[in-house]
């Protein structure tokens, strides 16, 4: 997925939100396979497993345990059918999750070729709180920020300054 570029802004921003409300001795469960960003909080000193690649929209065993401090999930849920559903099953009392927002001039993401890299939902700000609230958690901090690319045209012009991502950390009601 990140063979072509590596999102260093949206790494950083999303580690230092991370160590604001997460300490290095919280068991995390990252929701989804290894990747770079998890590598990046284990050689951080965070203590992380992550799942194993099980349909998370049908799968919910890997949340339903007492076994972790906090559930993280950045950029998951909008590649999911119902997120609702899994974020009613976490145990977990912390949450972590970062989605992108919806892009009122651009379309969706949908790779062609692998059919794990869609988005199913982009999210509205207030969409994505309503669905946090809705399946039991209580926001208590986030941050939006844009995400420029180094093109020209008019798109990349709006891309300066349109939030693309949403982070949020919420405590389980």
């Excluded at 651009?106 to 509205?124: G, V």
């Amino acid at each position: 997925m990140y063979e072509q570029s590596f999102p260093e802004k949206r790494f950083q921003k999303t580690l230092k939100f991370l160590e604001n409300h997460i300490s290095r001795d919280e068991r995390i469960l990252d929701l989804g396979v290894p990747n770079p960003f998890s590598k990046i909080m284990e050689k951080e000193g965070f203590l992380v497993n992550n799942t194993k690649g099980e349909d998370l929209d049908d799968h919910f065993g890997a949340v339903q345990t007492n076994s972790y401090d906090c559930v993280t999930a950045f950029e998951i849920f909008e590649h999911l059918l119902a997120p609702y559903n899994i974020l009613k099953e976490i145990k977990a009392p912390k949450l972590v999750v970062s989605v992108p927002l919806k892009l009122w001039f651009s379309p969706a993401y949908r790779s062609k070729t692998d059919p794990w890299d869609r988005h199913y939902h982009e999210f509205e700000k207030w969409q994505f709180d309503w669905l946090l609230e809705k399946s039991g958690w209580e926001i208590k901090d986030s941050i939006q920020w844009a995400h420029p690319v180094k093109k020209i045209g008019l798109r990349p012009i709006l891309r300066k300054f349109t939030p693309r991502y949403y982070a949020v950390y919420a405590e389980r009601i």
